[in-house]
């Protein structure tokens, strides 16, 4: 026999109660596990994603939809830059390292990036099967892409016009080819396809130099960008003549219909040469080109910001589920103390201390509080994993569900500090039990 | 043994108990018989240490309850006094082993199952170790109540009403426990109880009456 037997002999003993309580507890603790877990975690994703990346230079657009779509890949692009813009921009000297990037492909919802070889290394990607990408035709795959599409190292694919997995449009007559699998990093390479830029503008019929001098013929290619049968449905696919810029390095801005496309980037990932650069170098591109530069930490900090709200607003209501689970602990308690004050006296008889008789109480709620962190720890990962999974599916971000988030404890600890209150009116009540009125009374 | 010298109890301007004097040998037994009203269970809770009076002396054991307090006073009863009431109060939600466990457990002493096999096998309930409460007829519940009271081998064995509204048979038998039971660890017996139909198994009774003793 001990105080934690007789403590629990009085929860089972009122089952439907306890499990109300305990359920209400695990619910509000579970709410704000989820969001700690997802906030962390995205905010992790994100930053991990944008690391020595100081800007993005694009078409002038959204500063967030850029950020969003050249670097997370999770947006569609604000347009493309002609090349010789582009090429102002990273001869400048503030440019340290400038990557840059085709974009607008995708097969079977996984995002074609046409870029140098300097993307992965960014990320300090490299090869776990076969080789990175050398030529034109050649790609080297995420391992995601390659555990959910099945590709493997010499297989061919097509890639389908705009970027998502109901793109229907595909260049059907320019397979790719699959030359090596990148190591898992955690990061956005896991989910992309990679290859060259000329790889992209070949796909697309646009004339471009090579290291080896020749060029294409947009006629060769039989993919000009008349032929295309747009879905019009495709919110990745969205026209120029919209009002907005084309989401695919297939649809140069500024090009007469019925001329060949001109090859451009959508996107420049840029380091600075050094911190200076920062002070002058957006500024300069903002107001003296026809491009926009947006920071990936400022656009970042921007988002969660504006996701904060959201935040906050489910962190409270986790917060009134525990106060309310807390009340109704304090009911129970109360009611169950009026109902066994009998048994408290009797203790009292048999050399119960009154400190027993308070921690006796104490111990109860403490039991509840702790079921209710337990089960809230369960159901709030629980449901972490399986919000991670959708978002993994829709967004391509790695979320582990099951991994704890730091803060955790703490809340764990509050869950066990409102048991602690919850019960601790209820055992001074019992610590002030009267054994003679009450045995008398009985 | 017990021994209370000018004992006054007062509930505000009321005088309820005024006992002079109230000796008891170790191993005596002893009726306090007196109707409702009449201080006997305030007498009984005085001597468990339960409640203080306002006046006077009390030594139960050899031990000054004066002297006691908080904590002390609480393992003093734990150890040395066994108390049965009316309504037995076992405690619903543990089996009747565990009943049986909380008297050495809350008296901080060692929980031998042994003690609890050889209890109730003096009252022949051996087979009901496993049982609850309510699993229990009614004079089964006060042979526990009464194997809870001697589980520490308690110097003073205080009985409130043992016998209220049962016939004379399950009074009678109930009464032969106690004694029984108080026989077997040398304790003194004290029963408090307004029937008198027990009377003539005590040899010694004293009668209250608004809080004093008055000859029969």
Request: proline share 7%.
């Given at each position: 026999m001990n105080l934690l037997r007789l403590s629990a002999s009085y929860i089972r003993q009122r089952m439907l109660s306890t499990i109300l309580n305990v359920l209400v507890l695990a619910l509000g603790i579970a709410t704000i596990i989820v969001l700690l877990i997802l906030s962390t975690q995205v905010r992790d994703n994100l930053s991990n994603n944008s690391r020595g990346i100081d800007v993005v230079v694009g078409a002038k657009g959204s500063p967030m939809q850029l950020i969003l779509a050249a670097v997370y890949h999770i947006d569609a692009p604000s347009g493309n830059i002609p090349m010789d813009e582009a090429e102002r921009v990273m001869n400048d000297r503030a440019v340290g390292k400038a990557i840059p990037m085709a974009l607008g492909d995708s097969y079977q919802g996984f995002?074609?990036?046409?870029?140098?070889?300097?993307?992965?290394?960014?990320?300090?990607?490299?090869?776990?099967?076969?080789?990175?990408w050398e030529r034109e035709g050649e790609a080297t795959i995420g391992v995601r892409v390659a555990r959910e599409t099945g590709l493997s190292i010499g297989d061919t694919f097509e890639s389908s016009h705009g970027l998502t997995a109901a793109s229907g449009e595909t260049h059907d007559?320019?397979?790719?080819?699959?030359?090596?699998?990148?190591?898992e990093t955690g990061t956005v390479m896991d989910q992309l396809i990679l290859t060259s830029v000329e790889t992209v503008w070949h796909v697309h019929g646009i004339e471009h130099d090579h290291d080896d001098g020749h060029s294409h013929d947009d006629d060769e290619h039989a993919h000009e960008d008349d032929a295309h049968d747009h879905d019009?449905?495709?919110?990745d696919h969205v026209h120029e003549e919209d009002g907005d810029s084309d989401a695919s390095a297939s649809r140069p801005t500024g090009r007469q219909r019925g001329t060949p496309p001109e090859a451009e980037y959508t996107?420049?990932?840029?380091s600075y040469s050094s911190p200076m650069a920062a002070a002058v170098f957006p500024r300069w591109v903002n107001n003296e080109t026809d491009l926009q530069a947006a920071a990936p930490a400022y656009e970042t900090s921007r988002l969660f910001n504006m996701l904060g709200v959201g935040f906050d607003a489910l962190r409270v209501f986790g917060l009134v589920l525990i106060l309310a689970a807390l009340l109704s602990v304090f009911v129970a308690l109360i009611n169950a103390l009026k109902e066994r004050r009998y048994d408290l006296a009797m203790m009292r008889t048999l050399g119960a201390s009154r400190v027993k008789l308070m921690a006796h109480v104490l111990l109860e709620g403490q039991i509840l509080a702790g079921m209710g962190a337990v089960l809230g720890l369960v159901i709030g990962h629980g449901a972490a994993a399986i919000l991670a999974s959708a978002v993994q599916q829709s967004r391509g971000m790695a979320i582990d569900g099951f991994a704890f988030a730091p803060g955790e404890g703490w809340i764990i600890l509050l869950a066990l500090g409102a048991g602690l209150i919850a019960s601790l009116i209820p055992a001074i009540q019992a610590y002030k039990t009267d054994i003679s009125t009450t045995l008398a009374e009985g | 043994m017990i021994s209370l010298t000018d004992i006054k109890h007062r509930y505000g301007d009321d005088t309820v108990l005024d006992l002079p004097s109230l000796e008891a040998e170790q191993g005596s037994h002893h009726l306090i018989l007196g109707h409702s009203g009449s201080g006997k269970t305030t007498l009984l809770h005085i001597l468990a240490g339960l409640r203080k009076p306002s006046e006077g002396?009390?030594?139960v054991a050899d031990q000054e309850l004066e002297a006691l307090s908080g904590h002390s006073l609480d393992r003093f009863r734990g150890r040395n006094i066994g108390i049965v009431f009316q309504r037995m109060h076992l405690l619903a939600t543990l089996s009747i082993e565990d009943n049986l466990l909380m008297a050495p457990y809350l008296a901080d002493l060692s929980q031998g199952r042994d003690r609890i096999r050889e209890v109730l096998a003096t009252l022949d309930m051996e087979h009901k170790v496993s049982a609850f409460p309510h699993e229990l007829s009614h004079g089964q519940r006060q042979r526990i109540a009464i194997a809870r009271a001697v589980m520490?081998?308690?110097?003073?064995?205080?009985?409130?009403e043992p016998t209220a509204s049962l016939d004379d048979d399950r009074a009678e038998k109930v009464l032969a426990l106690l004694?029984?039971?108080?026989?077997?660890?040398?304790a003194t017996l004290v029963v408090a109880t307004h029937d008198r139909r027990i009377v003539d198994h005590f040899e010694h009774t004293l009668i209250l009456a608004d809080g004093r003793e008055v000859t029969a």
């Open positions: 995002r074609i990036v046409g870029t140098t070889a300097e993307y992965p290394e960014h990320y300090e990607a490299a090869a776990g099967e076969g080789r990175l007559e320019e397979p790719i080819e699959v030359v090596g699998i990148l190591a019009e449905d495709d919110p996107a420049i990932l840029i | 002396s009390v030594i520490n081998h308690p110097k003073v064995l205080l009985a409130d004694v029984d039971q108080a026989r077997a660890n040398n």
